[in-house]
């Protein structure tokens, strides 16, 4: 079985930067897409990033795109968000997934297989 654990979430001011690690254990990682998704209060879990398997090709939300990154060390079973020019709507808890298999970069919430706790993300204005 997986396991997913995220870390690196916090408070922090609008226009500053954080960076989310997602370690994985128990299970595959180097061979699977990876992705980050976000909740808000209120609202649906939604696709922030997704990178495939040896970080060769990575995608972004719209809202996000030019100020996150996302980036996997699979010697390490660890898929990176770092996340600049923070605005307050960026608040949420952020989930790492793991693709339930594939090569390319997936969106939906139903390709993920395995996701984290989640880390909360606050961005004050």
């Known amino acids: 079985q997986v396991q997913l654990v995220e870390s690196g979430g916090g408070l922090v001011q609008a226009g500053g930067s954080l960076r989310l690690s997602c370690v994985a254990s128990g299970g595959a990682f180097s061979g699977y897409p990876m992705g980050w998704f976000r909740q808000a209060p209120g609202k649906e879990r939604e696709f922030v990033a997704g990178?495939?398997?040896?970080?060769?090709?990575?995608g972004y939300a719209d809202s996000v795109k030019g100020r996150f990154i996302i980036s996997r060390d699979n010697a390490k079973n660890t898929v990176y968000l770092q996340m600049n020019s923070l605005k307050p709507e960026d608040t949420a808890v952020y989930y790492c997934a793991r693709a339930q298999g594939g090569s390319g970069i997936y969106y939906r919430k139903e390709s993920y297989a395995y996701w984290g706790q989640g880390t909360q993300v606050t961005v004050s204005s």
């Open positions: 990178i495939n398997w040896d970080g060769g090709s990575t």
